[in-house]
């Protein structure tokens, strides 16, 4: 395997360098140049500990599509990285640069719910699609006033609210760890807001007691005062009630506030579940000691591991980079979001954004006697759509099917992780299959 994809680098380098070589001198510079598709992510900001391991497995379906002599004849893919800081601000003015400088075609990319929501104004504008690996906010989630071809956002999670919060606040604090009293403390945010607030709803709807929802704004040095209103709320609670709290946040801002907890109520027993967006070891270094961390539990979309897809994956990114993908959230998912893009500007043949929009739906849905390509075969999977112009072909993904829908993402079966302080890692406890979530 190793051996293969050596060559298959070899093959991406030299197609970057001779990429029209052979072509008709009459050409334009234009018709030859690299495809750019914009590559926006957090290398800075609340989820920056995240940010390089999302470039990097993104360039692995980046460095396959290359090997296979670029998605366009003649012309190569570029990956053209901004850093969007976890702000939508900052994502938005890097979005409006890529588009206005870069002539980017797509956009992979933000993570942060609040930071695509930003770029998504720019993509819209610009008629050019985005897909995001790891935005789970139902803000997100397009209406039905939006009309189909004025739709540019796709994401292969699904949103939180009609599937993460209820498995957060059923399975895990209700069921798994029989929690009487749930405070919630959340970012105030595209992401924390909807999750936090739907975290509340259901906790509720169950019969348990949910005495503060807090909102915080994030990348402050301390939450001190937070943590006081949220200690103060949970004090009360009678001995014979086990006492919870929600944490809908990102690794820093979720580290400060376990410390902080612990410095302030050292004495009440509480115990942490948290959201997909704390899986993170940054998390349990901002807390300080991995013992306030230690065997947490809380939810993320799953990947299914030891499928064939996922294992392609894992060869692939190893025999590039050296090592698994150090990604530590959605590693398989920016994967399967990178690869859909670069698919459909292939399929469509052409860098216009509405005819790639509308190939993203046809490359990640499979229909019967259609070829199919797996993870770590995109390679193979542009060569046969050049030799094949308007057949039908399904990628699966390193995730999972990655079959988008009609509201613009794949559906996704969630995990309950934990994290092991012996191993000083997050492990998976349980899998709540998407269809069994209530």
Not at 40 to 45: F, V
Not at 195 to 209: C, D, M, Q
Request: include cysteine; charged fraction near 20%; charge should be negative.
């Amino acid at each position: 395997m190793n051996k293969t994809w050596g060559s298959l680098i070899v093959a991406a380098a030299a197609a970057t360098g001779q990429a029209g070589c052979t072509q008709d001198a009459t050409l334009s510079a234009d018709a030859l140049a690299p495809v750019k598709v914009g590559l926006i992510t957090s290398l800075s900001g609340g989820l920056e500990s995240l940010g390089p391991g999302w470039v990097q497995t993104a360039r692995t379906a980046e460095i396959e599509v290359r090997a296979g002599g670029g998605p366009l004849p003649g012309r190569n893919v570029v990956f053209v990285v901004a850093d969007d800081g976890t702000s939508g601000d900052t994502g938005r003015a890097a979005a409006q640069r890529l588009v206005d400088e870069e002539g980017i075609v797509g956009i992979v990319g933000a993570a942060a719910s609040g930071v695509s929501r930003a770029v998504n104004e720019v993509a819209v504008a610009a008629r050019i699609p985005q897909i995001s690996c790891c935005s789970t906010s139902d803000l997100l989630t397009p209406g039905p006033e939006i009309a189909m071809a004025d739709r540019f956002f796709f994401r292969t999670v699904s949103p939180d609210g009609g599937l993460q919060a209820p498995v957060l606040a059923e399975n895990v604090a209700r069921n798994r760890l029989m929690c009487d009293v749930l405070g919630v403390i959340h970012l105030d945010d595209s992401y924390g807001q909807p999750f936090g607030e739907a975290v509340e709803a259901k906790f509720e709807e169950l019969g348990g007691t949910v005495p503060i929802r807090i909102p915080y704004t994030e990348g402050e040095p301390s939450y001190r005062d937070q943590v006081a209103m949220l200690v103060g709320a949970l004090e009360p609670t009678p001995m014979d009630q086990k006492i919870c709290v929600a944490l809908v946040s990102y690794p820093a801002d979720g580290g400060i506030i376990m410390r902080e907890f612990n410095e302030m109520a050292p004495d009440l027993d509480v115990t942490f579940v948290g959201g997909d967006g704390v899986k993170s070891l940054g998390l349990v270094t901002e807390a300080g000691d991995p013992s306030l961390v230690a065997n947490m539990l809380g939810t993320a979309p799953f990947t299914e591991q030891g499928s064939t897809s996922n294992t392609r994956f894992i060869e692939a990114h190893r025999a590039i980079w050296g090592d698994y993908p150090d990604a530590g959230l959605f590693p398989s998912a920016q994967y399967d979001a990178a690869a859909i893009m670069l698919l459909a500007i292939a399929y469509a043949g052409t860098t216009d954004g509405d005819a790639i929009r509308d190939a993203m739906y046809t490359v990640s849905n499979r229909n019967a006697g259609e070829e199919f390509f797996t993870a770590g075969e995109l390679t193979r999977a542009i060569q046969f759509i050049r030799e094949n112009p308007g057949v039908d072909m399904d990628f699966e993904g390193a995730s999972g099917p990655c079959e988008l829908n009609d509201r613009g993402f794949a559906p996704t079966n969630y995990e309950i992780w934990r994290y092991d302080q012996e191993m000083n890692a997050f492990v998976t406890d349980m899998v709540i299959r998407a269809a069994d979530i209530q």
